[in-house]
């Protein structure tokens, strides 16, 4: 992997994206035709790529256990434990694809920072931009509640009840309409991180989270529960712990992506020296030392940016995204896909 490139190439995304989430008034239907510096035949070259190849943000999990995959230019991808099954390059075509999601009825969602959300219920693709009653064409992240609604978010919030969408934005109490996680916790409060900090929606009114200070954090990129009941959050500062009373500072590492694996390890990527730090690392938090003052950590893989999406498989291993790609560990050995 050439490093340089992909810190370069990260950096340029990460930026090119911040910049449209602070933008409240873009226009709803005139989709980017911007590539991030791929040429045509790049482009063409990543969506017709048998294995993910370019920057994966999300990795989930499909109903039956199969491995999700959202790779940008890439397409969406399925992992059945032999072989990768590109779900979009054929269908869809060519777009900057960033979160996935299988519902409970099965259908697939495939949320795009260019073109809206696309739907394959196994037969046909619904397409979903603003002109149906998405808040914007700006997705980044897919979630479905208890009750089956799928929530959307990117620049503002969208709810679709399997009919109609209801769409909310700081007009409604979100302290900032840049949306990177979405999460039901036990009580049913969904939890939305957003560039100005975390919050929670209980179905009428969103409550905005801040430190002891009354100071708001800052670009949050991901929001968890813990077997505890805890929450969970990542910001440009490092990773932190709220039990529903305070907040703890649980270290200095930045958090892109979080989870808990089953044995009640806290899995996290991210810069090991936020904001802006040049060596990311995927990192594992002993769930014996969780709610000590200095949990242990135990730096699995370092170096150049980045480390994105996580995700843990049926066999207890833990697939994450990069800069070029997914990853594959086992508990002993890295599987470079790409490779």
Not at 40 to 63: G, Y
Not at 64 to 82: C, E, H, M, T
């Amino acid at each position: 992997m050439k490093y340089a490139h992909v810190y370069v190439l990260f950096w340029m995304l990460v930026f090119h994206t911040s910049c449209g989430q602070n933008q409240t008034n873009v226009p709803q239907d005139n989709f980017s035709k911007e590539h991030n510096g791929y040429s045509e035949s790049q482009l063409k070259e990543l969506a017709t790529s048998k294995v993910p190849k370019s920057q994966v943000r999300h990795v989930k999990q499909a109903r039956n256990g199969d491995i999700l995959i959202a790779a940008s230019w890439s397409g969406a991808f399925r992992y059945d434990g032999k072989s990768f099954t590109n779900l979009t390059s054929n269908k869809i075509g060519s777009h900057r694809f960033w979160d996935v999601l299988e519902d409970r009825h099965g259908n697939l969602w495939f949320a795009s920072t260019d073109s809206g959300v696309y739907n394959d219920n196994g037969k046909t693709f619904q397409h979903f931009t603003t002109r149906e009653g998405l808040a914007n064409n700006m997705v980044m992240s897919i979630y479905e509640d208890k009750g089956g609604n799928i929530w959307f978010g990117g620049n503002g919030l969208s709810r679709y009840d399997g009919k109609s969408f209801q769409n909310f934005t700081t007009k409604d109490g979100l302290p900032n309409n840049g949306i990177k996680a979405i999460m039901e916790d036990k009580t049913g409060k969904l939890w939305i991180a957003t560039w100005d900090g975390p919050c929670f929606y209980d179905g009428k009114t969103f409550t905005v989270l801040k430190d002891k200070d009354g100071k708001a954090f800052k670009n949050v990129w991901s929001i968890i529960e813990d077997k505890k009941g805890s929450i969970w959050f990542g910001d440009a500062g490092g990773l932190w712990r709220y039990d529903g009373r305070t907040f703890t500072k649980v270290s200095q590492r930045g958090a892109y992506a979080i989870i808990e694996d089953e044995k009640g390890n806290i899995w996290t990527t991210g810069s090991i020296n936020p904001p802006g730090g040049s060596v990311w690392a995927l990192s594992r938090y002993d769930a014996k030392s969780l709610y000590n003052k200095k949990p242990a950590v135990t730096e699995i893989l370092s170096g150049p940016p980045a480390f994105l999406g996580l995700s843990e498989a049926n066999d207890g291993s833990i697939w994450f995204g990069s800069g070029g790609g997914v990853h594959r560990y086992d508990g002993k050995t890295f599987t470079d896909f790409k490779k």
